[in-house]
């Protein structure tokens, strides 16, 4: 009995002990594991709190000094982007010891995070290292301006004042210049001195009437002074402002200084003044009272100053408001005047009466131009040998084509167009070997431009092309010291993800005089950020001459001019709707060179250049809803709208390239019409005759840039197929009724 009671004893106190060591363990919790990478991707995607949370489960522990350093820059950003600034400061501080070569940075975000954090002071001391030792640095002018705002803060006044009058003078601040003498004037003011900063706000009023910055400067005017008695010159501001296309404001402006009769006793000034208002109203569609602002300005040109210059601009008015009549007068008056707008008015009249089916007068008016030997004279010897070729009179017009050929003032485009009209003349009268040498001759000529495609057609000369399926990366060798401390700055952050940050080190790099494969490098760099507008606007300007030939030298810049950009995004729609890439990539580089923000005049957005109005049906047919003209900034969704719009008129058009860009471009009942006009043309013809400038060069050039994508990247689209040459195929192309 007594050994049954011990061993239930010793059971029930087993399991008491076993009870109460289950109650002492503690949950096993297993560390997230993140690295690098995992943290680099949250920054590049602007997730800054899972990077800043990623970065402090990373064991750092056997880290290399250099990814330690790494870790660091990235901790620090991802503290200071998620406002732990002081977490920020310690790690930026360790970072002054290491070799980051991003010194400037170190310090610019140091002296930040001691601004957020109201040490100003601390913060003055980092920003005055990198203004004393990083001029290149893209926070040099930031540094000078953050600095004046720390001394604002501390309400040392003077010594702000001091240090912006330092670099107001500085040439490289110019651009800073207007928002400097806003913030000296506003100091001067605080600290009692009430004639210096009414001086400055009136500097910034007057020499910068465009910036956002004039505004402030005149209200603040307002409220501490009397500003009818400031003098200022408001004729002067709206020169200014004229000569920068704000007309708007300067209508304000004059309409100032016709109130404050500041130009009273001074005809030729008030006459000046009027004409333009006149001007200004032009640019702003109200033609009457531009009309009423020439006219008076002409009671007033007492000495005759600007009289044809006033003549000519109420000639336009007139014309625009639909007075043909007085326009036709006002020019003839300007035409028989000898002065440099004679030409002009000439060519105007030849307009007008065109327009108003008076060949006869418009075709003297030609003839008098053509007679002048001014630039006008060149449109003139054009205008007429068109003329002629459309009647069939090929003397006449040949011998206008050889005044285009030999004139001076054209360029080599006008002489190869010139030289093309005569190879298409002697075609036509029979003489095809003859025509056949010159569309030889022209085809082998650069830079290639839609004249050299077209005479390819007609001989089918074997150009070279390349097949390329890679990017072009150029070496990285010989760059020069400016160029270096930008681009290891761009590598540095582009390796941890912070995108804004290193696209600002390529904005830099493209402001410097950078030798061919410097140029090469930097449009390689924007093309793999997906940045082709930067990418080719640098080939087109900066490496211009490298496009005057085509080989294997020469082929990276043509590459990066005719980008093949978001190419994924183009095959998956061109496979979609079964249209060639290489019309979208040409069509794309014509509306927009690639820029996906582009916004036109008219309001077409995106990449591909799609009015909102025709973007809302073209949703509603492909189910994407809801819709908002924003998303046209996407290219993705851009692209497939534009494409299957392209499409449509693909189709309309029985596939031909040429109708269905006029159409893309000017509208589809435009182009019918103008196809019903004159359906039996050939192709080049019906281009040239296009009514719209606009439409007429932009059909040339896309066939020019198709042409320039199939010799890069060896595509095997058949050009004769979507643009024949004969008449008969526009006319097979007709859309039935």
């Known amino acids: 009995m007594i050994l049954k009671i011990v061993k239930r004893f010793f059971e029930v106190l087993f399991l008491l002990l076993f009870i109460t060591s289950c109650s002492l363990i503690r949950p096993i919790v297993v560390k997230k594991q993140y690295s690098i990478q995992d943290a680099t991707n949250a920054i590049s995607m602007g997730n800054y709190e899972l990077a800043y949370e990623e970065l402090n489960y990373i064991n750092t522990s056997g880290m290399s000094n250099e990814w330690l350093i790494k870790y660091k820059f990235m901790m620090a950003f991802a503290s200071y982007q998620t406002e732990h600034y002081k977490e920020a400061e310690r790690y930026l501080k360790q970072l002054l010891y290491d070799k980051t070569g991003v010194t400037d940075y170190v310090n610019w975000y140091l002296a930040n995070s001691y601004e957020k954090t109201g040490d100003c002071n601390s913060s003055i001391g980092y920003l005055k290292f990198i203004g004393d030792n990083f001029t290149e640095s893209v926070f040099f002018k930031p540094s000078i301006q953050l600095m004046g705002q720390c001394l604002i803060k501390m309400k040392k006044y003077n010594n702000a004042i001091a240090l912006y009058s330092e670099y107001i003078t500085n040439p490289s601040f110019y651009k800073q210049l207007p928002e400097m003498l806003t913030q000296r004037a506003a100091l001067y003011v605080s600290a009692d001195n009430i004639s210096s900063g009414i001086s400055d706000y009136l500097k910034v009023y007057s020499l910068f009437p465009n910036s956002p910055y004039a505004g402030i400067a005149f209200s603040t005017l307002n409220t501490i002074t009397n500003v009818n008695n400031l003098n200022i010159d408001h004729y002067r501001i709206a020169n200014l402002l004229i000569m920068d296309d704000k007309y708007n404001a300067a209508l304000n402006e ?19 003044l009027y004409k333009n208002m006149g001007i200004a109203y032009y640019h702003t569609d109200q033609y009457d009272d531009a009309i009423l602002s020439l006219q008076k300005s002409l009671f007033y040109n007492t000495k005759n100053d600007d009289y044809p210059e006033i003549l000519f601009w109420l000639g336009k008015c007139f014309s625009k408001s639909g007075k043909i009549d007085y326009a036709i007068n006002t020019f003839l008056k300007l035409a028989y005047i000898k002065s440099s707008y004679k030409p002009m008015a000439m060519y105007k009249l030849y307009m007008l009466y065109q327009k108003e089916n008076n060949t006869i007068a418009a075709h003297r008016w030609l003839l008098k131009l053509a007679n002048t030997n001014t630039p006008f004279s060149l449109a003139a010897y054009w205008k007429l040998a068109w003329s002629y070729y459309k009647l069939c009179d090929f003397k006449n017009a040949i011998y206008y084509l050889n005044k285009v050929r030999h004139s001076k003032y054209s360029d080599e485009y006008e002489r190869i167009k010139a030289e093309y009209w005569s190879a298409r003349i002697l075609l036509k009268e029979g003489k095809a070997g003859k025509a056949n040498k010159m569309f030889f001759e022209i085809a082998n000529t650069m830079p290639l431009n839609y004249y050299t495609v077209m005479s390819n057609m007609w001989v089918g000369v074997n150009t070279i092309s390349y097949n390329v399926n890679n990017i072009y990366a150029p070496k990285i060798v010989n760059l020069g010291s400016s160029f270096n ?147 046209l900034l996407d290219p993705q969704i851009n692209i497939g709208i534009g494409t299957w719009y392209f499409k449509k008129l693909m189709a309309k058009y029985k596939g031909n390239y040429v109708l269905s860009l006029a159409a893309y471009n000017a509208g589809e009942k435009a182009v019918d019409k103008w196809l019903a006009s004159s359906p039996d043309c050939d192709t080049d013809e019906f281009i040239e005759d296009i009514p719209f400038e606009e439409t007429r060069h932009y059909v040339k050039d896309i066939i020019a840039n198709l042409a320039a994508y199939t010799k890069i990247y060896g595509g095997k689209i058949n050009l004769e197929k979507h643009i024949n040459m004969e008449g008969s195929f526009l006319k097979s192309c007709l859309p039935k009724q």
């Not at 309409?255 to 009273?264: D, K, P, R």
């Not at 979609?576 to 069509?587: C, E, S, W």
């Open 254 to 272: 004059l309409n100032i200084a016709l109130s404050e009769g500041q130009l009273n006793g001074n005809d030729s000034k008030i006459s000046n």
């Open 485 to 631: 401390f930008h681009y290891s700055r761009y590598l540095f952050l582009k390796s941890l993800g912070i995108h804004k940050e290193s696209l600002n080190e390529l904005a830099a790099l493209s402001m410097l005089n950078l030798s061919q494969n410097e140029c090469l490098l930097l449009c390689y760099e924007y093309y793999i950020n997906g940045d082709y507008f930067h990418s080719l606007y640098i080939a087109r300007t900066e490496l211009a001459n490298m496009l005057q030939t085509f080989d294997t030298n020469t082929l990276p810049a043509w590459f990066y001019s005719y980008p093949a950009g978001y190419s994924q995004i183009i095959n998956n729609y061109t496979v979609k709707y079964n249209i060639d890439p290489f019309i979208l990539y040409a069509l794309i580089l014509q509306e927009s060179r690639y820029k996906t923000d582009a916004v036109s005049n008219a309001g077409a957005l995106g990449i591909m250049q799609i009015m909102p109005s025709t973007a809302s049906r073209v949703a509603k047919e492909i189910s994407l809803e809801p819709f908002s003209s924003q998303l």
